[in-house]
């Protein structure tokens, strides 16, 4: 079982990403897929999630507007598009993949830095 971030770099403010998620091991498509944070000194803070085959999704107030999170479940892959970024999203962001008594899984995380 994993799931592997990548797309992390670093970025100036204004510009964009696309982080990627990619599960192995299990069947993601039947998970709620979840974005977080954290950045240095902060708690980890949920950034968007979407729901299994990706009905509805949901985005933190901070990000509402500038972030997109979407899923490809014949690739088992969910996305986190960036845009307009500011210094204050400069974090690790970590993919959750979750279902009540089937998943609950954690990636290593991925660094995104936006600085000028």
């Known amino acids: 079982v994993q799931l592997v971030e990548s797309g992390g770099a670093l970025v100036q403010p204004g510009e964009s990403l696309r982080l990627s998620c990619v599960a192995s091991?299990?069947?993601?498509?039947?998970?709620?897929m979840t974005w977080y944070r954290q950045a240095p000194g902060k708690e980890r803070e949920l950034v968007a999630t979407?729901?299994?085959?990706?009905?509805?999704?949901n985005y933190a107030d901070s990000v509402k507007g500038r972030f997109t999170i979407s899923r490809d479940n014949a690739k088992n892959t969910v996305y986190l598009q960036m845009n307009s970024l500011k210094p204050e999203d400069t974090a690790v962001y970590y993919c959750?993949?979750?279902?009540?008594?089937?998943?609950?899984?954690w990636g290593q995380g991925t660094q995104v830095t936006v600085s000028s």
């Open positions: 959750r993949a979750f279902r009540l008594n089937y998943a609950d899984y």
């Open positions: 091991g299990f069947n993601s498509a039947w998970c709620e």
């Open positions: 979407i729901t299994n085959f990706g009905g509805s999704a």
